[in-house]
T-cell receptor
């Protein structure tokens, strides 16, 4: 079983739509959770951390459900510039502090 | 904003050759990392480095790989005898400390092609 699993998509949505991505992780001992964004052939960039209480940053909302080992990212009012691959990242899935990446979910926002 | 710089941006090599990928982490950062991403695959951890020694490594990081901080600014990844399956984008990253691991800054990567 993969340690961090995501629906690869692609998700094709019109501008202004709301879209949600999900991620599951296999190791209940995992400690920290993040969403990164990766544009084509570029480096990953931190989008936001994910906390048990849920957190919001502008149009982006992240939630963590430790009992279900499930992480979500909600994007409201999608912009063309949101088109990218969204990477679910977990620390502590193996051991230590290495980031353990999911394969990513591809989002394409269309005019 | 400070950034991690990597050189070269592209490296083409013949199978069996040695390559050195170079990185300049952010100057006040103490923890350094190499990750790689094979085309179409997920980003994978290779190694972390702190206080002039490896602090953690993955099973990918076998005897063919080594890292070094030869001076106060550079952090290098050496692949001793490249294989076709080493073809990937290699990302260097740095952070101030592991408690702020989410503040990992990635370089723009070196695309390694092994022919």
């Amino acid at each position: 079983r993969k340690e961090v699993e995501q629906d690869p998509g692609p998700f094709n949505v019109p501008e202004g739509a709301t879209v949600a991505f999900n991620c599951t992780y296999s190791n209940s001992a995992s400690q920290s959770f993040f969403w990164y964004r990766q544009d084509c052939r570029k480096e990953p960039k931190l989008l936001m951390s994910v906390y048990s209480s849920g957190n919001e940053d502008g149009r982006f909302t992240a939630q963590l459900n430790r009992a279900s080992q499930y992480i979500s990212l909600l994007i409201r009012d999608s912009k063309l510039s949101d088109s990218a691959t969204y990477l679910c990242v977990v620390i502590g899935a193996n051991s230590g502090y290495a980031l353990n990446f999911g394969k990513g979910t591809s989002l394409l926002v269309t005019p | 904003e400070p950034e991690v710089t990597q050189t070269p941006s592209h490296q083409v090599t013949q199978m069996g050759q040695e390559v050195i990928l170079r990185c300049v982490p952010i100057s006040n950062h103490l923890y350094f990392y190499w990750y790689r991403q094979i085309l179409g695959q997920k980003v994978e951890f290779l190694v972390s480095f702190y206080n002039n020694e490896i602090s953690e490594k993955s099973e990918i990081f076998d005897d063919q790989f080594s890292v070094e901080r030869p001076d106060g600014s550079n952090f290098t990844l050496k692949i001793r005898s490249t294989k076709l399956e080493d073809s990937a984008m290699y990302f260097c990253a740095s952070s101030e400390d592991t408690s702020t691991n989410e503040k990992l800054f990635f370089g723009s990567g070196t695309q390694l092609s092994v022919l």
